[in-house]
């Protein structure tokens, strides 16, 4: 739907009174569906050469208390543009335009050229020149919180329909941000930019191109397209800080590209940044057949990796692949003599590698432990995102362990293994294998669910069984040693138990145990931990305590709570039985200088 209060329209030429015309447009209260104007107005005069037909003029023009029905255009735009243009037409001439304006309340256009149409051509001579002094009347358009204030300056000429052009372009700019942090860190203080280029039938001629800011430079210039692609580039960035906060020193990249066979681009690049790190890639790039090689070495990885030195280099080659992947064949030379290896498909959500890692010892990564350690497994992307993963480690001490099955995407879903065949270089002391087998899930809401099997030394086996994340853990245990003598020499008779653990969601945990052990002994207890001190309600029964007192018939027991009180010492508040009808209590605090108070046994 479309409305007009009303519209008026006056144009006067009279050839018998002279050269001169005039014209008016007035047009008040447009409106269309949500786009509204208040005023329109275009109004100027000029003169017609009957002799040479002739046209000269100028006209001023504005609209006024413009509501477009688009917040953030209204906001670009403003309520109110005007300008004016001054032009000369004659026949089988360019149209002159001496000065074309139009403009905002802090933005304008201004223009002037020659424009002419001839042979299926639209060619434009001229220049032009747009500034803004407040920037963030366009941050609602651009979906950017921008900042600060800018111009360009364009001059030069072009044919609009067959694309060729010369032309010089200059863009200044203060105060500028994005409201993206890292951005806005390389385009603080003065920004300036110019480049000066040619496109004809051979291609196009960078005349020169240069970027420069207190962040960041740039520059390049020669030929490209064509096929005699000759371009010689340039960048440096100050600080990497800029981008990489924890890091330091500048970072520079130089480089060429020559065209040895049409659209196959020829690319040598250099790059040289802080602590050392030097690299190139150089090879062919051309669509679907790019092939490069890549060599990138740091000389000392310690400034990246805080408590760890050795050199790093990545050396290896890259070729594109039908439908979008890259096959990627790298070798990495590690710190401490390692080494590694990534082979393979890498791209589109589809990639398919093989990988290796090996370090001849562990020890500089762990200290206490030495051995070899050594990585060799496949990784492959799935439809909905995740990686099917089958992984096999050897581990120091001729360990072993394997990763398979599904990770990422919070639907991770995995089975693992590990074996050690002897645990007593972990343990010293205590000698025999260790296995572990098990599988974790994602559930969702960062919960994994776990059911894992150990069999220890000794015969000995745990398994665990429950949810773990998100602060509402639960997991229930068994454990079972058929003798406690390869633990306690002396103490025969095997130990069996089983309980849980639950984190409290308010920063703790809430532990039980329910055991047997030597002598048919039996145990009971729950104790909160992680919530200020620890605090443990305990119950034991020994059926016969003839076992550990010989000529000493009948039972014992004990149970009650103990508290963690700091410094060692502990508050008790135990009470027990024994035989003969013994009984007793013990109250006060446990530990260096305590005092207790202790009562029995007396008859019950």
């Known amino acids: 739907?479309?409305?007009?209060?009303?519209?008026?329209?006056?144009?006067?030429?009279?050839?018998?009174?002279?050269?001169?015309?005039?014209?008016?447009?007035?047009?008040?209260?447009?409106?269309?569906d949500a786009f509204a104007l208040a005023e329109l107005s275009v109004s100027g005069g000029g003169t017609i050469?009957?002799?040479?037909?002739?046209?000269?003029?100028?006209?001023?023009?504005?609209?006024?208390?413009?509501?477009?029905?688009?917040?953030?255009?209204?906001?670009?735009?403003?309520?109110?543009?005007?300008?004016?243009?001054?032009f000369v037409q004659a026949p089988g001439a360019p149209l002159e335009i001496g000065?074309?304006?139009?403009?905002?309340?802090?933005?304008?256009l201004s223009a002037s050229g020659a424009l002419q149409t001839e042979n299926r051509t639209l060619t434009v001579d001229g220049r032009a020149r747009l500034s803004a002094d407040d920037l963030s009347r366009f941050s609602a358009l651009s979906g950017q919180e921008l900042t600060g204030e800018a111009e360009i300056a364009l001059a030069g000429s072009a044919d609009l329909l067959g694309g060729i052009f010369d032309l010089t372009l200059d863009l200044a700019g203060n105060g500028l941000s994005t409201g993206q942090e890292t951005v806005d860190r390389l385009l603080d203080g003065p920004v300036t930019l110019a480049a000066s280029a040619r496109r004809d039938t051979g291609g196009v001629v960078l005349r020169a191109f240069s970027l420069d800011s207190p962040g960041i430079t740039a520059s390049g210039e020669g030929r490209l397209g064509g096929g005699d692609s000759d371009l010689q580039i340039a960048a440096r960035l100050a600080d990497i800080g800029l981008v990489a906060r924890d890091y330091s020193g500048p970072l520079s990249l130089t480089g060429t590209v020559g065209e040895p066979r049409a659209d196959v681009y020829d690319v040598a690049l250099q790059l040289d940044g802080p602590y050392g790190l030097n690299g190139t890639v150089a090879g062919e790039v051309a669509t679907g057949a790019s092939d490069l090689t890549l060599d990138l070495s740091l000389p000392d990885i310690a400034p990246l990796a805080e408590g760890y030195s050795g050199p790093l280099a990545v050396r290896g080659t890259a070729a594109e692949a039908p439908n979008g992947l890259w096959d990627v064949d790298l070798a990495l030379d590690t710190p401490y003599d390692g080494t590694a290896t990534v082979a393979g498909l890498v791209g589109g959500g589809r990639s398919d590698i093989a990988l290796t890692a090996r370090l001849p010892d562990i020890a500089p990564l762990a200290p206490g432990f030495s051995g070899p350690v050594a990585v060799e497994g496949e990784a492959a992307q799935t439809r909905d995102g995740q990686w099917d993963v089958d992984l096999a480690l050897g581990t120091p001490y001729d360990g072993s362990a394997t990763i398979d099955g599904l990770l990422g995407a919070g639907r991770s879903?995995?089975?693992?293994?590990?074996?050690?065949p002897d645990i007593a270089p972990l343990a010293p002391g205590f000698t025999g294998a260790v296995a572990v087998e098990g599988a974790a899930a994602q559930t969702g809401e960062g919960r994994w669910q776990v059911d894992l099997g150990v069999d220890a030394p000794y015969g000995g086996t745990v398994t665990l069984d429950g949810a773990v994340g998100d602060g509402r853990s639960r997991l229930d245990y068994t454990l079972r040693l058929p003798d406690i003598a390869a633990l306690v020499p002396g103490l025969p008779g095997g130990v069996e138990a089983r309980g849980s653990a639950a984190e409290t969601g308010r920063g703790?945990?809430?532990?039980?145990?329910?055991?047997?052990?030597?002598?048919?002994a039996e145990l009971a207890a729950t104790a909160t931990i992680g919530e200020g001190p620890l605090t443990a309600d305990i119950a034991a029964r020994l059926p016969e305590i003839g076992a550990l007192a010989p000529g000493i018939p009948g039972a014992a027991t004990v149970e009650g709570t103990v508290t963690q009180a700091g410094d060692g010492r502990w508050d008790v508040a135990l009470s027990g039985t024994g035989p003969y009808d013994a009984a007793g209590r013990i109250s006060g605090r446990a530990g260096p200088q305590a005092r207790n108070r202790a009562r029995g046994p007396r008859p019950r």
Do not use: H, K, M, N
Not at 413 to 420: E, H, N, P, Y
């Open 99 to 108: 000065t074309l304006t139009l403009g905002g309340a802090d933005y304008g």
């Open 1 to 32: 739907r479309t409305s007009l209060q009303d519209a008026r329209f006056a144009a006067r030429f009279d050839a018998a009174e002279g050269d001169g015309w005039q014209l008016e447009f007035l047009a008040r209260a447009l409106e269309r």
């Open 508 to 520: 703790g945990w809430q532990v039980s145990v329910d055991g047997t052990g030597p002598y048919a």
């Open 49 to 86: 050469s009957p002799s040479d037909r002739r046209v000269a003029g100028e006209l001023e023009y504005g609209a006024y208390r413009i509501a477009t029905g688009d917040a953030a255009l209204d906001a670009a735009i403003g309520t109110a543009v005007s300008g004016r243009a001054a």
């Open 413 to 420: 879903d995995i089975r693992l293994t590990a074996a050690l």
